[in-house]
Every structure is written in C-alpha cells, then in structure tokens.
C-alpha cells in the first residue's frame, strides 16, 4: 500500500474524508497527538486499527466528534454535568467517558457499555468528521507500546505503507494526549490525567471529584480488582524508548541536578550515548510539548540510556509524570 501525504487543505481533507468513508485508515493531527482515525460505526474499519497498531482488543478507542450536537448520537445519556464540561472545555483536550449508544460496535468500546468521546481543537480531525459524515474511532497514531506521534514524520516512522493516508498538521500543541474524565458514576473521576487538570474541572463544575487512585502508581498485579487502573489503557506498557531510563527524584532539586550530572559523567567516560531530560518546575507545559518527541529522538539516534528529573507531582507536573513513570518503567532513582 501507498501511503498518502496528506496537507490541510480543502482538497486533501476530501480525499481523507473518502478514505474514511471508505473503510481506510486516515492519520490526522490534533492539539494532543496524532490519532489514527477510521469511521468509528464500521467495526471492519475499526478493526484495522487494532490490527496495524497491534493494540490489544480491549482497549477502547476514543469517538471523536465535529459539533457539540454529535454528542447525542453517540451517548445514551448526557447529563447537566457534561453539558458544562463540553461547553467549557470543546473543542479542546478532553475526553469524556459516557453511556454509549448501540449504534457504537464493540470493537470500538473494546466490549464495554460505555464510550469515550472527544471534540478536538484544530481543522483535520473536524473536517474529516463532517466531510466523511462519520464519527472518526482514533487511538494515538503509534504501534502499541511506543512514544505517542506529535509529528507526522513519527506516524509515517510507524506506519508508512500501512495505512492509507496521514495528515501532516505540523507539531502538536500540547504533546500529551487529552484527559479522560468518566462521566458514568455518581462524581467524576480523572482516568487518565493531561494538560486539564483535576483543578480546571473542580473549578468548572463548582465540586470536587475523584483522581483515579492507582495513577502514577507501579502497577501491582496482587491487588485487588479495584485497584486496578480504570482505564482499559492504563495498565499496558507504554510510551517505551528503546534504551533504559532513570528518573532521578529528590527533595533539592540542586542535589537531584548533580546526581544526574555524575551520572552521565560516569556512563560518557564509558563510551555511553547519554541523553538527558531536564525540565524544572514551571516549565511543565514545555516538557509536556516535547516528551514523547525527545524520546523518539533518543530511539533514532539509539542512545544508551535516558536520564531524566522528575516533576512534583501537581497540575500538568502530575500528568507528564504519568508518561514518564510509564516510559521508564517506574524506574526511580531516589537522590537524597
Ligand atoms: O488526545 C487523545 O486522547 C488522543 C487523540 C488522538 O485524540 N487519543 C488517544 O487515544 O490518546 P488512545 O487510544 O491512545 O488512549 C485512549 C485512552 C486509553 O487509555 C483508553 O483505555 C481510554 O482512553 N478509554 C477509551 N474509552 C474508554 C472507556 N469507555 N472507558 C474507560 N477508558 C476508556
Ligand atoms: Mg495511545
């Protein structure tokens, strides 16, 4: 297969949306990341994504939409709560768990009654939806388990001559893909956090809500149930570069700077390959940009190991955390 490079123009976004129409595979930017789209009511469409990504059936993709009114389609129920959410944060990073419709195939959902569903910022993915007449299914536009694509050029990395077409819609924004917020239960809960923070939707719907308890946490396969991640996603490996990483993690960040800096000292006068990842508090929106990018980068020029300083753990700190743990493996260096 010949894969199609595609730009934001009125006539390329036709061809995509007849792709999509037509049981393709169509890979877009958005604001988060690059998805990688198929008409999310053909269950044969749907499928080729699993297939091509390698991605495990039972994690469900998100439904993306175009206008607010779509919603209704999709979703057997919205309620006050998500009324406010929509309005206040689509199109942007958000996706919202709901009730969903029979219309939507179980290979979507990944066999659960409910269903994810996001308006995205930025022209490809809403002009794909109203030109192909379609609601797009798209998980992040990665094989399974590696860095999520913020450039088109890591979708064709991943996936040249096996899809149909990608839109190339330059560098995404945000870097890190939207925050999942489950509508279903009696409060909020935050499956899976982004560059909206658990503040932004408190602040939004004037109450508390929840955080899923087991974020950021090493999974532990001995607990219970309930304990397990509540998103169908969270408990893969993900987000992987090829090489080892540390995090280094402490109290002073001075001390935690100098821990980092033997360390690539000591592994440089072994002939090692060091990349290092250093952002401080306050630049969280920046490390969020160009996290999976840096570790793209890392795998193309196969370095050695991957040092990187934590972030504290609130605010978008907490959800660049999240990639990060996971790409390294919970592999914590704690500098005291
Ligand atoms: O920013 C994003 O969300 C990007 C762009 C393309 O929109 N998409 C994305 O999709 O990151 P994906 O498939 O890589 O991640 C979707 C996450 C997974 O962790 C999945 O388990 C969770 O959302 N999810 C989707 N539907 C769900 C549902 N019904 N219940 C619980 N979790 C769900
Ligand atoms: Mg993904």
């Given amino acids: 297969m010949k894969t199609l490079h595609l730009k934001e123009t009125d006539e390329d976004f036709d ?8 049981g393709g595979l169509v890979a877009f930017p958005t604001e988060t990341v690059y998805g990688l789209g198929a008409d999310a009511l053909n269950p044969d469409a749907v499928l080729k994504i699993y297939k091509v990504k390698g991605r495990p059936a039972d994690n469900p993709s998100i439904v993306h939409i175009a206008d607010y009114e779509d919603i209704r389609e999709l ?13 206040t944060f689509w199109p942007g990073p958000m996706t919202m768990i709901v009730p969903a419709k029979e219309v939507i195939p179980k290979v979507t959902t990944g066999g659960l009654d409910t269903v994810g569903i996001r308006m995205p910022r930025g022209a490809s993915c809403r002009e794909l939806v109203r030109r ?11 094989i399974s388990g590696k860095p999520s694509p913020t450039e088109a050029q890591h979708v064709i990395d991943d996936f040249e001559g096996k899809i149909e077409a990608v839109i190339d819609g330059g ?3 945000v870097g890190i893909e939207s925050t999942v917020i489950d509508m279903t239960g009696s ?7 982004g560059i909206l923070t658990r503040a932004d939707f408190e602040r939004a719907l004037g109450k508390r809500i929840l955080l899923d ?6 999974p532990d396969p001995e607990k219970a149930e309930h304990f397990r991640p509540k998103a169908p996603g969270q408990k893969y490996r993900h987000y992987a570069p090829k090489a080892p990483m540390i995090i280094f993690e402490g109290k002073d960040p001075e001390q935690v700077r100098g821990a980092m800096d033997a360390e690539r000292l000591e592994r440089e006068q072994l002939g090692q390959n060091v990349c290092v990842i250093d952002y401080e508090p306050g630049e969280e929106r920046k490390a969020a940009k160009h996290f999976f990018a840096r570790l793209r980068e890392a ?4 370095v050695d190991v991957i040092l990187a300083a934590a972030l504290p753990e609130n605010g978008v700190g907490f959800s660049v955390m999240n990639r990060m743990l996971k790409s390294a493996g919970f592999n914590i260096r704690k500098v005291d």
């Avoid at 061809?15 to 037509?22: K, T, V, Y």
């Avoid at 308890?213 to 090493?218: F, H, Q, V």
């Avoid at 795998?299 to 196969?302: I, K, L, N, S, V």
């Fill in 187 to 193: 409060i909020p809960m935050i499956l899976r956090p």
């Fill in 132 to 142: 192909s007449g379609c609601p797009i299914a798209a998980p992040s536009a990665n």
């Fill in 213 to 218: 308890p087991t974020l950021n946490r090493k």
């Fill in 299 to 302: 795998d193309r020029e196969g």
């Fill in 171 to 173: 560098p995404c924004q």
């Fill in 75 to 87: 979703a057997a129920e919205v309620t006050e709560d998500m009324e406010i959410l929509m309005k």
């Fill in 15 to 22: 061809r995509g949306a007849e792709i999509i129409r037509d």
